[in-house]
């Protein structure tokens, strides 16, 4: 049955996608909000629906991705201040995983940037108002840039027969994209960006529609040629991008939380000559070391399930740190997640115990992430 709306609030507060019809069609059981806007956080069961992206293909709306569009003669010089990563390695066409930073390196978001022309990028954001904080730097910085939140809605096609889904929607030359890479389409007059992206670890694609009054339509599009392939629509599945080592803000980081805490280092571009916020409190924090990291951490005993607040990490029977994802592993057939913790307890294999509401206390230790395919050979490959 289509999910009770009267179980959440409502109003014209809380934006509704441009998929959100079709969510409502097919199934959504239940939604959160994200980037203030409904998000269906699934249509089933969780565990069948994890089975189903490892075997089949899954469709999920994530127009929550609410994009912030830089553009103008100073588009590049402006979103290069916002990343420590380089952007002068970043071609038109391409896409990067980026984080934004805050003066003191904690993580304001944690997006993927598209640059779509020498000075015009898309933001796909996580549950944070970039949108704000980019206009508001940008009323200082003294560059000319036009900032907005255009008219893009993206949906993630997910699984090891997406290629043949998105194949058979836009061609040859969408299965011949690179990982973080992407075209720009037209579907019988449906504006669309293709990327080899997703969040989950597996083969899998983004496709940007470009007009939110063709939400119903594409999604028909895509589920009809995902039919021969087993196609079912889901929720992002935790389970998956747990394994996959895939943080998620909010829960995982936040703005408290800098760059290298996060254990993102890969996101800072060390030689980048450009400014960028937070340079010089990451340059410092580089040089003295961080207190505390997340780390992996397996937790022993039967299954728990996802857990809703952040569990506190004991040490001695002293509270240290704090799981901040867990989520039994079918596949693993073990408790798996992240915890942030003092420096001196994240070496490999540091034992811990961790307090689970209505559960009590559980042994654990400190395991590396991800927990599978850390060369990525799932979703570069196939």
Same mark, same amino acid.
Request: glycine share 10%.
């Given at each position: 049955?289509?999910?009770?709306?009267?179980?959440i609030?409502?109003?014209?507060?809380?934006?509704?996608?441009?998929?959100?019809?079709?969510?409502?069609?097919?199934?959504?059981?239940?939604?959160?909000?994200?980037?203030h806007?409904?998000?269906?956080?699934?249509?089933?069961?969780l565990?069948?629906?994890?089975?189903?992206?490892?075997?089949?293909?899954?469709?999920?709306?994530?127009?929550?991705?609410?994009?912030?569009?830089i553009?103008?003669?100073?588009?590049f010089?402006?979103?290069?201040?916002?990343t420590?990563?380089?952007?002068?390695r970043?071609?038109?066409?391409?896409g990067?995983?980026?984080?934004?930073? *805050?003066?003191d390196?904690?993580v304001i978001?944690?997006?993927v940037?598209?640059?779509?022309?020498?000075?015009?990028?898309?933001l796909?954001?996580?549950?944070?108002?970039?949108?704000?904080?980019a206009?508001?730097?940008?009323?200082?910085?003294?560059?000319?840039?036009?900032?907005?939140?255009?008219?893009?809605?993206?949906?993630?096609?997910?699984?090891?027969?997406?290629?043949?889904?998105?194949?058979?929607?836009?061609?040859?030359?969408?299965?011949k994209l690179?990982?973080?890479?992407?075209?720009?389409?037209?579907?019988?007059?449906?504006?669309?960006?293709?990327?080899r992206?997703?969040?989950?670890?597996e083969?899998?694609?983004?496709?940007?529609?470009?007009?939110?009054a063709?939400?119903?339509?594409l999604?028909?599009?895509?589920?009809?040629?995902?039919?021969?392939h087993?196609?079912?629509?889901?929720?992002?599945?935790?389970?998956?991008?747990?394994?996959?080592?895939?943080?998620?803000?909010?829960?995982?980081?936040?703005?408290?939380?800098?760059?290298?805490?996060?254990?993102l280092?890969?996101?800072?571009?060390?030689d980048?000559?450009?400014?960028?916020?937070?340079?010089?409190a990451?340059?410092?924090?580089?040089?003295?070391?961080?207190?505390?990291k997340?780390?992996g951490?397996?937790?022993?005993?039967?299954?728990?399930?996802?857990?809703a607040?952040?569990?506190?990490?004991?040490?001695?029977?002293?509270?240290?740190?704090?799981?901040?994802?867990?989520?039994w592993?079918?596949?693993l057939?073990?408790?798996?997640?992240? *915890?942030?913790v003092?420096?001196?307890?994240?070496?490999?294999?540091?034992?811990l115990?961790?307090?689970?509401?209505?559960a009590?206390e559980?042994?654990?230790?400190?395991? *590396?992430?991800?927990?599978?395919?850390?060369?990525?050979?799932?979703?570069?490959?196939?």
């Amino acid at each position: 049955m289509p999910f009770d709306m009267s179980l959440i609030q409502r109003g014209a507060r809380l934006r509704r996608s441009a998929f959100f019809a079709a969510t409502q069609r097919w199934g959504a059981q239940a939604y959160t909000v994200y980037n203030h806007t409904l998000f269906p956080i699934c249509f089933g069961d969780l565990e069948e629906e994890y089975w189903h992206l490892i075997h089949h293909v899954t469709l999920w709306d994530v127009a929550v991705e609410r994009q912030v569009e830089i553009t103008g003669p100073d588009a590049f010089t402006f979103t290069n201040l916002l990343t420590p990563r380089d952007l002068s390695r970043c071609a038109v066409g391409q896409g990067k995983y980026v984080v934004i930073t *805050a003066e003191d390196g904690g993580v304001i978001n944690d997006p993927v940037l598209l640059r779509l022309g020498e000075n015009h990028f898309w933001l796909a954001l996580a549950d944070s108002d970039v949108l704000l904080w980019a206009r508001g730097v940008a009323l200082h910085a003294g560059l000319r840039v036009d900032i907005r939140e255009p008219d893009v809605s993206p949906l993630q096609v997910q699984g090891p027969k997406a290629k043949e889904v998105v194949g058979a929607l836009f061609g040859e030359d969408v299965l011949k994209l690179r990982y973080y890479w992407f075209l720009e389409r037209s579907l019988d007059g449906i504006p669309v960006v293709v990327t080899r992206t997703g969040w989950t670890g597996e083969v899998g694609y983004e496709i940007y529609l470009r007009d939110g009054a063709k939400g119903d339509e594409l999604w028909e599009r895509i589920m009809e040629a995902g039919r021969p392939h087993e196609i079912r629509p889901a929720g992002p599945s935790d389970i998956r991008r747990i394994e996959a080592g895939i943080l998620n803000w909010g829960a995982d980081m936040t703005l408290d939380d800098n760059v290298y805490e996060a254990g993102l280092d890969r996101l800072v571009d060390v030689d980048k000559t450009a400014d960028y916020i937070g340079k010089e409190a990451l340059t410092r924090i580089r040089a003295e070391g961080v207190k505390r990291k997340l780390v992996g951490v397996e937790i022993a005993g039967d299954r728990l399930e996802f857990n809703a607040v952040k569990w506190p990490v004991l040490s001695d029977g002293i509270a240290i740190g704090r799981v901040t994802s867990a989520i039994w592993s079918p596949r693993l057939r073990k408790n798996i997640g992240y *915890a942030m913790v003092p420096i001196t307890h994240a070496a490999l294999g540091t034992p811990l115990r961790v307090l689970v509401p209505e559960a009590g206390e559980r042994e654990a230790s400190v395991a *590396a992430k991800p927990f599978l395919d850390p060369e990525k050979r799932i979703p570069k490959g196939r």
